[in-house]
C-alpha cells in the first residue's frame, strides 16, 4: 500500500523560508515523478512544481519561479522522497500543501499547513 507523508509546514513570516518534505514508500514500480501542489483557501488546488525522477528535470508554476526549488530522489524502487524550498514568502504562498508521487497512478498526501503572516 502506497504511503505519501508531508511535513516541514507551519507558520512562517513575510519574506522567510520554509522547507517541505514528503516520503513516499510501498510502490510496486519506481515512481516518474513528484509532484507538489498548494491549495489557498477559496481557490483551486494547483500545481506548484514537480520534477520528473529519472531525469531530473523540474517545472514550476510562473507564481513560485525564483523562489521556490523542488528536488527528488528515488534510489529504492519501492520508496521515493522530494524536498520543496521555498524562500521569500509571501502571503499569497498560504495554503495546504500536497504531495503526490506518480506512476500509472497519482498518489497523494493528506497535506499540510503553510501560513506566511506577520
Known amino acids: 500500500q502506497v504511503q505519501v507523508v508531508e511535513s516541514g509546514g507551519g507558520l512562517v513570516q513575510p519574506g522567510g523560508s520554509l522547507t517541505l518534505s514528503c516520503a513516499a514508500s510501498g510502490f510496486s514500480v519506481r515512481p516518474n515523478a513528484m509532484n507538489w501542489y498548494r491549495q489557498a483557501p477559496g481557490k483551486e488546488r494547483e500545481l506548484v512544481a514537480n520534477i520528473t525522477l529519472k531525469s531530473g528535470a523540474t517545472n514550476y508554476a510562473d507564481s513560485v519561479k525564483g523562489r521556490f526549488t523542488i528536488s527528488g530522489d528515488s534510489v529504492h524502487t519501492k520508496v521515493a522522497t522530494a524536498t520543496l524550498q521555498m524562500i521569500s514568502l509571501n502571503a499569497d504562498d498560504t495554503g495546504v500543501y500536497y504531495c503526490?508521487?506518480?506512476?500509472?497512478?497519482?498518489?497523494w498526501g493528506q497535506g499540510i499547513q503553510v501560513t506566511v503572516s506577520s
Open positions: 503526490s508521487a506518480r506512476t500509472t497512478n497519482e498518489y
